[in-house]
């Protein structure tokens, strides 16, 4: 059984063989063995749309490579919306150039499935394929029927499965996946139990409620509808890329975004964001010195003083 949690943010992946259920291997998709975090969720095509890299290296081989090369970040969040029913649903690249959102979907199921086989079959006898595997995507719990129906689509489209209806493709709620976890290494739950999962993930913030109908098996009876919103921790990187285009004022700051400085500029925040600690009260410093490779027509400073006399 392999587990792919397919996440706004970040991707990762798990995997345990029928007969050590018990030994869980995580992994990083493109990481190095042992690498259990997970990596960024970026995918990068050339500018003919012809698959690069994914995650972390994505990210750097767009800031060091070609500016019309495509790379896509926070394309989840398109799953959900109206258009993602239609074959005509696009994503939409840091250069402002768009792609199918299956193909780009797709592209990113694959390259985890071929990563997580070349790791299962390292010291296996005789190559276990994909589709004799059981496979378990993470899905938001307040998707759509028809945002799951596409992810159904994408994962055959990758590979996973022989057809998009498989029983060998498992599409699980993301807090109620969260909420086995729990009960199997914190909550100790006993029958009659009720509990709330808030999942805040990159994209979304699920909520699902549950009573416990026994424990032994574990079967859950649902309280309440799950509900949630798009209301993830993207929304702090929307809010600092709008800092960012405050400061900047009239230099250009759209153009800006579309090129690797910005890029390199979101990766460090993203680290400094993931650091954060509200228990401690040390200042936290970000280099700000892409934006001065875009503009050059002044200095930081100058630009810090006419962001704070025209903002307070």
Same mark, same amino acid.
């Given at each position: 059984m392999v587990g792919i949690d397919f996440g706004t943010s970040r991707t990762g992946y798990a995997y345990a063989f029928p007969s050590h259920e018990d030994t869980i291997v995580c992994k990083q998709p493109g990481g190095a063995p042992g690498d259990t975090s997970k990596t960024s969720t970026a995918i990068l095509f050339d500018k003919h749309g012809i698959f690069k890299s994914f995650g972390n290296r994505a990210r750097r081989d767009y800031a060091d490579g070609d500016l019309s090369n495509?790379?896509?970040?926070?394309?989840?969040?398109? %799953?959900?919306?109206?258009?993602?029913?239609?074959?005509?649903?696009?994503?939409?690249?840091?250069?402002?150039?768009? %792609?199918?959102l299956m193909k780009v979907i797709a592209a990113t199921l694959r390259f985890v499935k071929d990563d997580a086989m070349e790791n299962i079959n390292k010291n296996q006898p005789l190559n276990i394929k994909a589709e004799e595997c059981k496979w378990v995507v993470t899905v938001p719990a307040i998707w759509s029927d028809g945002a799951k129906g596409f992810m159904r689509r994408a994962a055959f489209e990758a590979g996973l499965v022989t057809s998009e209806n498989s029983s060998k493709l498992i599409l699980a709620l993301e807090p109620e996946a969260a909420c086995i976890a729990s009960e199997k290494d914190v909550m100790h739950l006993q029958a009659g139990h009720r509990f709330m999962i808030l999942d805040c993930g990159g994209g979304t913030v699920d909520i699902t409620m549950h009573q416990a109908a026994s424990v032994s098996p574990l079967k859950l009876d649902e309280i309440e509808t799950p509900s949630g919103g798009p209301w993830g921790s993207t929304k702090v990187d929307a809010s600092f890329s709008a800092f960012v285009s405050d400061l900047m004022d009239w230099r250009k700051p759209t153009e800006f975004k579309r090129t690797p400085h910005f890029v390199e500029m979101m990766e460090a925040w993203e680290t400094l964001k993931l650091g954060y600690d509200p228990a401690e009260d040390n200042d936290r410093s970000l280099s700000m010195s892409e934006i001065l490779e875009f503009v050059d027509d002044m200095k930081m400073k100058d630009m810090v003083d006419t962001y704070n006399s025209r903002s307070g």
């Open positions: 495509l790379l896509f970040t926070e394309y989840k969040m398109n %799953l959900n919306q109206a258009q993602a029913l239609l074959n005509t649903a696009t994503a939409t690249a840091s250069n402002g150039k768009t %792609l199918p």
